[in-house]
């Protein structure tokens, strides 16, 4: 068997053109722009990277887009006080505070600075919480992506066994909450799991979201399961490098019924769906309808 490869940068096109409709209606029928801000502390170039990438999404979308550079050694006060400003910025409906932050800072205070309606990476304490009592709430990009993903390629998951391996606020865990929202049988796997690969080969679904190139190999899979790669490894290849996902993409294509390639699966999703989130930020501040689809 040869997986279907679900191609996530054709699907992360159709979410923001989605998206950008959705604008194009905010604007024209209520005035509206709606607004996301990026605030990067340091000089981190992986961060530079994203962020270049946000900013750039964020105007083809048609919204606006604010940009906080800052020092590595600014202050954890003078930092708050820009989140209290955005916050307070009708302007702004989503704020995004680029991590991993440097290390005098406090990840968790700061991103429970911002106000949980603006929060459109869903990392804030009262956003993890309502997702996890099945409350609405902004819902992490990444795991959001992964989802939708899953729903366009299977329609219902209901009842499906999945696996997911990695256990991260930012990835494992929120995902592993999705998808028992949706009725699946989750499995949560981690650096202590016990025999890893006879979990995995339990399950329909697999997502792998662990950071260690080309752990999951085909032997692993149960023929014909959906395998979602999340991992982003660069590994060298020759005098060059390159990029690979979680699981060993050869290997795992000739027994699974679906995967997604690294490049171009998960990783495009990720900013779709900030884009998304911005919007539902947006139609939610003003007590407008949320576009179908962007939400869980
Ligand atoms: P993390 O380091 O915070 O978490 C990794 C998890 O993997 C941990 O929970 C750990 O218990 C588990 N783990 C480590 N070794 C393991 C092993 N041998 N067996 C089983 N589990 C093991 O990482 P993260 O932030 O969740 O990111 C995971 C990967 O996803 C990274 O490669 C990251 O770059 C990538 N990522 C991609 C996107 C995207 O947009 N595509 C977004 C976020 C993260």
Redesign the pocket.
């Known amino acids: 068997m040869t997986a279907t490869i679900l191609d996530g940068k054709a699907f992360a096109a159709t979410i923001r053109a989605k998206v950008a409709d959705g604008v194009a209606t905010l604007k024209s029928e209520h005035g509206i722009t709606p607004g996301l801000a990026v605030v990067l502390v340091g000089d981190d170039p992986a961060s530079q990277v994203y962020v270049r990438s946000k900013n750039k999404m964020t105007a083809e979308a048609g919204m606006a887009s604010f940009e906080h550079r800052l020092d590595a050694d600014t202050s954890e006060d003078a930092l708050l006080a820009i989140i209290r400003k955005l916050n307070d910025d009708p302007q702004v409906h989503g704020i995004l505070v680029q991590l991993p932050l440097p290390d005098h800072l406090d990840s968790d205070l700061v991103i429970n600075a911002i106000d949980p309606a603006k929060d459109v990476d869903g990392f804030h304490i009262s956003n993890v919480g309502r997702l996890g009592t099945g409350q609405k709430s902004m819902v992490p ?2 795991p959001l ?1 992964c989802l939708m993903m899953l729903r366009d390629h299977h329609g219902s998951l209901s009842g499906m066994e999945v696996a997911v ?8 865990k929120p995902m592993a909450q999705l998808l028992l929202n949706d009725s699946c049988t989750v499995t949560i ?5 016990r025999y ?1 690969p006879g979990v995995v080969r339990r399950a329909d679904i697999v997502v ?5 190139a080309e ?1 999951v190999t085909g032997d692993w899979l149960k023929p014909g399961a959906t395998l979602i790669d ?4 660069r590994i060298p290849d020759g005098d060059k490098t390159r990029l690979v ?2 699981a060993d993409f050869a290997s795992c294509v000739e027994v699974a019924g679906a995967i997604t390639p ?1 490049p171009g ?7 779709a769906c900030l884009l998304a989130n911005t919007l539902t930020a947006c139609c939610r501040a003003n007590n407008l309808p949320e576009p179908e689809g962007l939400t869980p």
């Open positions: 990009c990444t992506g391996i990695g256990r991260s606020n930012i990835v494992g796997c981690h650096s202590k799991t890893l792998a979201a662990v950071g260690r752990m999340v991992g982003i490894n996902g979680d690294v699966g998960v990783g495009p999703m990720t900013i």
